[in-house]
C-alpha cells in the first residue's frame, strides 16, 4: 500500500507545506498579488473541502453551497455596517446563521435522493440568494463595501497580508484536520456505507437521514466560516457570492481535484483558480482552451486529479458517487 | 392589476411555458432514457438562436432560414453526439457534469468569438408581423401567438409520437427500464442517438423561436436551462406529460408572479418593504414551488421510473 501513503499522507503533507511557504514566496520575490492571490484560493479551498466532505462521502450533491459563503459574508458585513467589528461576535454568529440554514433547509432536502437533492438544494440556494438582492437596506443588489476588516481583540490579524494569509491558512488546516477526523470515524463510516447501501445500513438498525443531516449541517457551518473570511477578504458582499454559477464552480473544484479525499478538494481548487487566471493572462477568450481541458480530464483522467496520482483514496470503487 | 394586464401576462407566461416545454422535452428524454445529464442542453438552444441569426444573413428569407438553423442544429447536436456524450453514457453522473461545463463554457466562448458579444436579433417576418385586437383595448403580437400555437402542435406531434409509436414505444420502455430494452434485442445506441438528435433539434427549434422576441447572446442558455431542470424535476424525470404541464405551470407562476407579485406585497406591507420584498418573492415563487412539489412527491408529479 505505498501507493495509498504517498496519496493519503505525503501528498497532503507536501501541499500544506508548499502552502505554508507562500508568504515567504512572496517575500523574497516581493510578490504581493501571489499572496492576495492564494489567500483568495485557500478560501475558496475551505468551502471546496466542506463540499467534498457532503458530496465525496455522502454523495450529497449540493447545488447551493455558495449560499453558506453568503451567509457567512453578509454576517460580517452587516455587523460592520452598524460598527461592530469583533470577530468573536460575527464569526460565531456566521456558523450560527449557516449552520441554521443547513439544518432547516437540509432537514427538507434529505427526504429526496439524486438529481431531486440536486434541484431542491438549488432552490433553496436561489431563495437565499433572492432575499440578499432584496436586502435594500444592505445594499440589495449592488452589494455592501465593507470600510475595514474585522477585529480580534486589537491584533490587527486580519489586516495585514501575510497575518491574514496565515489566518486563512490555519482555518483551513483546521478543517481539514477536522473533518478527516470525522471522515475516519464511525461517523464518515456510515456516510461512506449509507451511500454504498441504505438497506444493508438500515438492516443493522442504523438510520442514515441524522447522520446525513449532521454531516450537511458541519459542511454548512464551515463554508460559512469561509464566507465571514471572504468578505474580509475582498472588504465588499454582494448577492453574487451565493449565485447558482459560484454553486457550480464549487462542484467542479471538487471533481476536477478528484472525490472523497479531501485534500484533492484543495488541489482541485488551485489548479481551477490558477488555471483560470494564467489562461486569462493569455487571451480573454481561454475558455475555449479551459472548455475542451474539462472534457478531458473525465475522458481521460478518472477520478479528477487525484486519479492521475497512483494509489487508493482508501475509497469506494466507481459508479457510486451518482446515487 | 387590470383585466388586459391579466390577459397579456397570461399569454406572456403561457409563451414562456411554450419555450422552457420545448427545451425540457428533450432534457428529461435524454435524461429519463440516458440516464445523462446534460448541462449542455441549454447552449443548444443558444445554437438555434445563433444559427437561425446567421442563416438570415445569408439567405435573407426568414423561413429558409427557420428550414436550415433547424437542420444545422440537429447537425451540432449529433456531432456533440459523436465527439462528447457518447463517451459518457456509462460514466457516473458527476463526470458528465463537470464534461458538459466543459462543453458549455467552450460553446459560449466560441459564439462570442464568431459572432461578437453584442446582442443580435432576428426580424420577425412580413406574414407574422403586426399585432391582433383580442379584446377592445388589447392587440397581441401575431408572432407570438404563432409561437404559442407552434409550440402546442409541437406538443401534439411529440405525445402522439411517444404515445402511440414503435419509437415512442422504445422511448418510453428505455425511460422506465433500459437494460431490459437493450436484452430485447434493441439497438440502445441508435436509439439514444435518436433520441439525442431529436431533442437537440428541439432545443434548437426554442432558440430559432426565441430569436425574434429576446436577444440572441452569449451564455442566453444558461438560464433557461435551470428552468428547465426545475421543469424536468417537477414534472418527474422521463415524463413528457409531467414536463408539458410543469412547464406550462412555471412559465405562467413566473411571468404573473414577476408582474403582480408587488402590487400584492403592497396590500400586506408598507410600500417601501414591499419594494423590496416584491421583486425578491417573484424570483423566488418557482423555487418555492418546486420545493413544495419535491417534498411531498420527492420524485416528482409524473414518476417514471420506480426507484
Known amino acids: ?323 | 392589476m387590470s383585466v388586459t394586464l391579466l390577459a397579456v401576462q397570461t399569454l406572456n407566461g403561457l409563451q414562456l411555458g411554450i419555450l422552457l416545454f420545448l427545451i425540457a422535452a428533450g432534457l428529461t428524454l435524454v435524461f429519463g432514457v440516458m440516464d445523462f445529464i446534460n448541462l449542455a442542453h441549454g447552449v443548444q438552444y443558444m445554437l438555434g438562436a445563433y444559427l437561425a441569426v446567421a442563416c438570415y444573413q445569408l439567405t435573407g428569407s426568414f423561413w429558409l432560414a427557420v428550414t436550415l438553423a433547424l437542420i444545422a442544429a440537429l447537425i451540432c447536436g449529433l456531432l456533440l453526439e459523436f465527439l462528447v456524450f457518447r463517451h459518457l453514457y456509462n460514466r457516473d453522473h458527476l463526470d458528465q457534469v463537470l464534461a458538459t461545463f466543459g462543453v458549455i463554457l467552450f460553446l459560449n466562448e466560441a459564439v462570442k468569438v464568431l459572432w461578437g458579444a453584442a446582442p443580435l436579433s432576428l426580424p420577425v417576418p412580413e406574414l407574422l408581423d403586426g399585432s391582433i385586437q383580442l379584446m377592445a383595448n388589447f392587440a397581441y403580437p401575431v408572432f407570438r401567438i404563432a409561437l404559442i400555437v407552434t409550440g402546442l402542435a409541437v406538443a401534439v406531434l411529440l405525445y402522439v409520437l411517444v404515445t402511440k409509436t414503435r419509437i415512442g414505444m422504445l422511448v418510453r420502455a428505455g425511460a422506465t427500464n433500459p437494460e431490459m430494452v437493450a436484452a430485447l434485442g434493441i439497438n440502445i445506441r441508435r436509439l439514444f442517438m435518436l433520441v439525442f438528435g431529436f431533442g437537440a433539434m428541439l432545443a434548437g427549434f426554442a432558440g430559432i423561436m426565441a430569436a425574434p422576441i429576446l436577444s440572441v447572446e452569449p451564455g442566453m442558455g444558461d438560464n433557461l436551462l435551470i428552468l428547465a431542470f426545475v421543469v424536468i424535476v417537477i414534472g418527474g424525470i422521463g415524463s413528457i406529460r409531467g414536463a408539458f404541464l410543469a412547464a406550462l405551470i412555471i412559465g405562467l407562476v413566473d411571468t404573473l408572479g414577476r408582474s403582480f407579485a408587488t402590487d400584492i406585497a403592497r396590500v400586506l406591507l408598507p410600500p417601501a418593504a414591499a419594494n423590496d420584498v416584491g421583486p425578491a418573492i417573484a424570483s423566488m415563487l418557482i423555487y418555492i414551488l418546486m420545493a413544495g412539489v419535491l417534498f411531498f412527491r420527492p420524485s416528482g408529479l409524473f414518476p417514471v421510473r420506480s426507484a
Request: charged share 10%; no cysteine; net charge neutral.
Open chain 1, 1 to 323: 500500500m505505498t501507493g495509498s501513503l504517498l496519496k493519503n499522507t505525503i501528498l497532503p503533507l507536501a501541499l500544506f507545506a508548499a502552502l505554508a511557504l507562500v508568504p515567504a514566496y512572496a517575500d523574497v520575490f516581493d510578490d504581493r498579488f501571489v499572496l492576495l492571490f492564494f489567500t483568495r484560493i485557500l478560501v475558496f479551498a475551505i468551502v471546496a473541502i466542506s463540499l467534498d466532505f457532503i458530496l465525496g462521502l455522502g454523495a450529497m450533491v449540493s447545488f447551493g453551497h455558495a449560499a453558506y459563503i453568503g451567509f457567512g459574508a453578509y454576517a460580517v458585513a452587516i455587523l460592520s455596517e452598524h460598527d461592530i467589528w469583533e470577530a468573536w461576535i460575527s464569526f460565531p454568529l456566521a456558523v450560527a446563521a449557516g449552520g441554521l440554514f443547513a439544518l432547516i433547509t437540509g432537514a427538507i432536502s434529505l427526504k429526496t435522493r439524486g438529481v431531486y437533492f440536486i434541484m431542491i438544494t438549488l432552490a433553496f440556494g436561489q431563495m437565499a440568494y433572492f432575499t440578499a438582492t432584496s436586502l435594500s437596506a444592505y445594499g440589495g443588489d449592488d452589494g455592501l463595501t465593507m470600510w475595514g476588516r474585522s477585529e480580534l481583540f486589537g491584533t490587527g490579524l486580519f489586516t495585514g497580508d501575510a497575518s491574514f494569509y496565515y489566518l486563512v491558512f490555519g482555518v483551513l488546516a483546521a478543517a481539514y484536520l477536522l473533518l478527516r477526523t470525522f471522515a475516519a470515524s464511525r461517523f464518515g463510516r456510515v456516510l461512506k456505507g449509507a451511500k454504498q447501501s441504505e438497506p444493508r445500513l438500515e438492516a443493522m438498525g442504523i438510520d442514515p437521514y441524522r447522520y446525513r443531516l449532521a454531516a450537511y449541517v458541519i459542511a454548512g457551518m464551515i463554508a460559512s466560516v469561509a464566507g465571514a473570511l471572504m468578505a474580509n477578504q475582498s472588504e465588499f458582499v454582494s448577492p453574487a457570492y451565493m449565485s447558482w454559477h459560484r454553486s457550480g464552480e464549487l462542484i467542479v473544484m471538487v471533481i476536477l481535484g478528484g472525490l472523497g479525499s479531501l485534500h484533492g478538494a484543495i488541489l482541485g481548487t488551485i489548479a481551477y483558480m490558477v488555471l483560470e487566471e494564467v489562461l486569462s493572462g493569455y487571451s480573454e477568450h481561454w475558455r475555449l482552451v479551459f472548455g475542451p481541458l474539462l472534457i478531458l480530464v473525465v475522458l481521460y483522467g478518472r477520478g479528477g486529479l487525484m486519479g492521475l496520482i497512483p494509489g487508493q483514496i482508501g475509497r469506494q470503487s466507481r459508479g457510486e458517487a451518482d446515487q
